[in-house]
């Protein structure tokens, strides 16, 4: 997952709103057992849109998450 400053998701190079977000990684819930979700967020990303992200991806069994933060631009 890709999370930009404003806020907008993609998955997989997709954009997604959040009401697709959830029904997405419902329908696959059961293949996301054991695995690990990487979050890609700029350091402009406001910290509640990542755990927004984070909270919805847990309600579906997904508990670990690799987060890489990009500085941007000094």
């Known amino acids: 997952f890709t999370i930009d400053r404003e806020g907008k998701v993609t998955w997989s190079g997709e954009l997604l709103n959040w009401a697709s977000i959830e029904e997405r990684v419902?329908?696959?819930?059961?293949?996301f057992k054991n695995e690990t979700a990487s979050i890609r967020a700029d350091k402009s990303t406001?910290?509640?849109?990542?755990?927004?992200?984070?909270?919805i991806l847990r309600a579906?069994?997904?508990?670990?998450f690799a987060l890489?933060?990009?500085?941007?631009?000094?």
């Open 46 to 55: 406001p910290h509640g849109t990542v755990i927004q992200l984070m909270d």
């Open 26 to 31: 419902k329908a696959k819930e059961t293949s």
């Open 68 to 74: 890489d933060v990009d500085p941007g631009k000094n």
């Open 60 to 64: 579906h069994g997904i508990l670990k």
